[in-house]
């Protein structure tokens, strides 16, 4: 059980955490450019492109102005089921580890394992010499 004493204390700490770290004042959508643009507290405002982002691949432009303020921290598209942090976003992170993995190419695909057959019949990749 917590006391009332650490309670106050762990307040006072998340009170001072939002003072120091910038949260998100607003959100839109610019169907000209694609692009979300986010206002943080501290004055900063920043773009990401809206359709890279895990779930919103195929969304409509009046679907992606639906954006909202979630918190102080994520950003939702509720009709769209879509939430995302922005520190994550600020850090380049579009989605969950398998959806990123697949947008670099990294994930196998039929095309992928029948390409490495044929590599195989031909002897597959030389061996490094020592």
Same mark, same amino acid.
């Given at each position: 059980? =917590? ?7 762990? =307040?006072?700490? +998340? ?7 910038? $949260? ?13 643009? =986010?206002?943080?507290?501290? +004055? ?8 890279? &982002? ?31 942090? =922005?520190?994550?976003?600020?850090? $380049? &992170?579009? $989605? ?5 993995? #697949? ?5 196998? #695909? ?5 390409? #490495? ?6 002897? $597959? ?6």
């Amino acid at each position: 059980m =917590v006391s009332e004493a650490e309670y106050r204390q762990a =307040v006072e700490a +998340g009170q001072e955490y939002a003072k120091a770290t910038p $949260g998100v004042v607003a959100a839109g959508y610019d169907a000209t450019t694609g692009r979300v643009t =986010v206002e943080l507290t501290n +004055g900063a405002r920043f773009e990401f492109p809206a359709r890279k &982002i895990q779930g919103l691949q195929d969304a409509t432009d009046a679907q992606l102005a639906k954006v909202e303020r979630m918190g102080r921290y994520a950003l939702c598209w509720e009709e769209l089921n879509a939430d995302i942090l =922005v520190p994550e976003l600020m850090a $380049g &992170i579009f $989605g969950t580890r398998a959806f990123m993995a #697949s947008q670099a190419g990294r994930v196998t #695909s039929p095309a992928k394992a029948a390409a #490495s057959r044929r590599n195989g019949t031909k002897g $597959g990749r030389p061996r490094k010499a020592a």
